[in-house]
């Protein structure tokens, strides 16, 4: 392995854990402000992209216009969705088991539109995945508390008081979830077209499929503005050696842009540095150490039935990606292998 694939590892797995960690903080004061996270992260991407990608317009794009909008609208409408879910009473550690589900929607996808067949294995391990989502969704259907700083303490916390809307509103985000792995299985199936035709041209995919989407966000200039105020209004911190002040949600906010952006430009980094094992690997991990980070750091509720779910939804990634054959053939190379070599 390379210094440069060794390299986007690291970044990819720091990177990751710490923008879920910024994530979480952000949630936690303004549960609402999925939207200004993804128009942030979007807006870094494109103009990181145009100065060091399209060296400010000056380089043609390798695929199409048409080909990069259909894409796009596959992408921002599974951005946009995965971070609005947060409003609707889903917690992080949910939200992150789900999205470690889009094997299935993979496999339901393969199957009607590529009309493709799989080995048992791969219906055992999507049997898995699904088992464990069912498992933590069911398990994490307990109303989220609330942050709430001019209230009486009295009044926060009574036991057995439960919004009667709460279960209503979690379905809709269950369901919003839902949609975006579909999305999210759609657009895997399209770039794998799309790839075939023009090539893999990882840094130019990740800027415009940030830059096109951005008009899009007037649809949601309200609540862009609405969160923008609210982390105007939030408290404000001292900048470590800048003795500046800075409101409390812009400051997690700019971290978890920047970690975003480190994390998934290390992924297109991978894609073409390492093989499909050690990329299988690392997403996977990463998924995994994100989530244990957030349950011990922010300490979010998670019982034995949880464990079990996660355990089921990893083990059964680990099966469909076939990791365990290709370790046995690194470690012990059947004798067709060493007649190659």
């Given amino acids: 392995m390379n210094f440069k694939a060794a390299q986007a590892i690291v970044l990819t797995l720091v990177g990751c854990m710490l923008n879920n960690v910024f994530l979480e903080y952000i949630i936690k004061l303004d549960p609402g402000s999925g939207h200004l996270i993804t128009f942030c992260q979007f807006l870094f991407i ?22 990069y909008m259909t894409l796009v609208v596959f992408f921002f ?14 917690p992080v550690p949910l939200h992150m088991i789900f999205r470690a589900g889009s094997l299935i929607a993979n496999m339901i996808l393969g199957i009607v539109i590529l009309k493709r067949r799989y080995t048992l294995e791969k219906y055992v391990s999507v049997a898995l995945i699904t088992l464990g989502i069912i498992i ?27 919004p009667a809307d709460h279960f209503f509103w979690w379905v809709i985000g269950i369901i919003l979830l839902t949609g ?13 077209q799309l790839y075939k035709r023009h090539g893999k041209h990882p840094q130019e995919a990740l800027y415009y499929t940030h830059l096109y989407p951005i008009p899009g966000f007037l649809i949601y200039s309200s609540s862009l503005l609405e969160h923008a105020a609210i982390a105007n209004n939030s408290e404000a911190f001292n900048i470590p050696f800048l003795n500046l002040e800075m409101p409390i949600i812009w400051g997690f906010l700019l971290l978890n842009v920047i970690t975003q952006f480190l ?17 299988t690997l690392v997403i996977t991990l990463r998924k995994f150490f994100s989530l244990l980070f957030s349950i011990i750091y922010f300490q979010n509720p998670f019982t034995a039935a949880h464990w079990v779910g996660t355990i089921m939804v990893f083990s059964g990634t680990l099966m469909f990606s076939e990791t365990h054959h290709k370790l046995k053939e690194l470690i012990a190379p059947s004798p067709k292998t060493q007649k190659k070599e």
């Avoid at 409408?77 to 889903?90: D, E, G, K, L, M």
Wanted: a negative charge.
């Fill in 77 to 90: 409408t599974t951005s946009v969705v995965n971070n609005w879910a947060f409003a609707f009473n889903i």
């Fill in 180 to 192: 975006a792995l579909l999305l999210s299985a759609g657009m895997g199936i399209f770039q794998e």
């Fill in 46 to 67: 494109a103009l990181h992209g145009f100065i060091f990608t399209s060296k400010f317009g000056t380089v043609k794009p390798k695929i199409t216009l048409r080909d």
């Fill in 263 to 279: 994390c998934i430009s290390n992924v297109y980094v991978l894609t073409t540095e390492c093989t499909s094992l050690t990329v």
């Fill in 136 to 162: 933590c969704t069911l398990y994490s259907t307990k109303p989220k508390q609330t942050a709430c700083y001019d209230c009486d303490p009295d009044a926060i916390n009574v036991p057995g008081e439960v």
